[in-house]
């Protein structure tokens, strides 16, 4: 039986990349956050993938007691992380000590974080590969995505719909 699948989202190299979180986070960071928790929760692959939202911990206003928790309040799919370090680290270090590594798929352009991805043999989802997902959902009945970038492999968008699919009922 293979483990389950995880996405790990380096959360505020996404937000920085996004038009409407990157200036949002500069203004409201709470805001920011809570927004763009709700952007992952509704793009969250339909599968049993189970998703990781990492922020750095030093950028919360929090106590420092509270850094490293996992938080689970959005939804059992989404698991909220304020890394005690930094989400860089947190995110190499779990790439690095899982059991299975291709069964990550880590969402970032940070270079640090993609040579470990690589050097492990996870999957690599790029921040703007990223953000353009939902305008790429496979337009029913064509089985056929309308948009699809030309720098990407077949086998990269087959995968990335594959684990961005069609949402079922039961979500």
Same mark, same amino acid.
């Given at each position: 039986?293979?483990?389950?699948?995880?996405?790990?989202?380096?959360?505020?190299?996404?937000? $920085? !990349?996004?038009? #409407?979180? =990157?200036?949002?986070?500069?203004? *409201?960071?709470?805001?920011?956050?809570?927004?763009?928790?709700?952007?992952?929760?509704?793009?969250?692959?339909? *599968?049993?993938?189970?998703?990781?939202?990492?922020?750095?911990?030093?950028?919360?206003?929090?106590?420092?007691?509270?850094?490293?928790?996992?938080?689970?309040?959005?939804?059992?799919?989404?698991?909220?992380?304020?890394? #005690?370090?930094?989400? *860089?680290?947190?995110?190499?270090?779990?790439?690095?000590?899982?059991? *299975?590594?291709?069964?990550?798929?880590?969402?970032?352009?940070?270079? !640090?974080?993609?040579?470990?991805?690589?050097?492990?043999?996870?999957?690599?989802?790029?921040?703007?590969? $990223?953000?353009?997902?939902?305008?790429?959902?496979?337009?029913? =009945?064509? =089985? @056929?995505?309308?948009? @699809?970038?030309?720098?990407?492999?077949?086998?990269?968008?087959?995968?990335?719909?594959?684990? $961005?699919?069609?949402? #079922?009922?039961?979500?």
């Amino acid at each position: 039986m293979s483990e389950r699948r995880e996405l790990l989202i380096d959360a505020f190299n996404v937000m $920085f !990349a996004h038009a #409407r979180f =990157g200036p949002l986070l500069r203004r *409201d960071l709470e805001t920011a956050r809570t927004e763009f928790l709700r952007f992952v929760q509704q793009n969250r692959p339909a *599968d049993a993938t189970r998703v990781y939202v990492v922020f750095d911990a030093h950028r919360d206003r929090g106590p420092s007691s509270d850094t490293g928790r996992q938080n689970t309040d959005y939804s059992a799919s989404v698991h909220v992380v304020y890394a #005690r370090e930094t989400a *860089d680290v947190w995110i190499q270090r779990r790439i690095r000590e899982h059991a *299975d590594p291709s069964q990550l798929t880590v969402v970032t352009s940070d270079n !640090a974080i993609i040579a470990t991805v690589r050097a492990h043999g996870s999957r690599l989802l790029r921040v703007s590969q $990223f953000l353009q997902l939902p305008r790429r959902r496979v337009a029913p =009945g064509t =089985g @056929k995505s309308a948009d @699809k970038p030309e720098h990407v492999s077949r086998r990269e968008l087959e995968e990335w719909e594959r684990l $961005f699919g069609e949402r #079922r009922d039961d979500d």
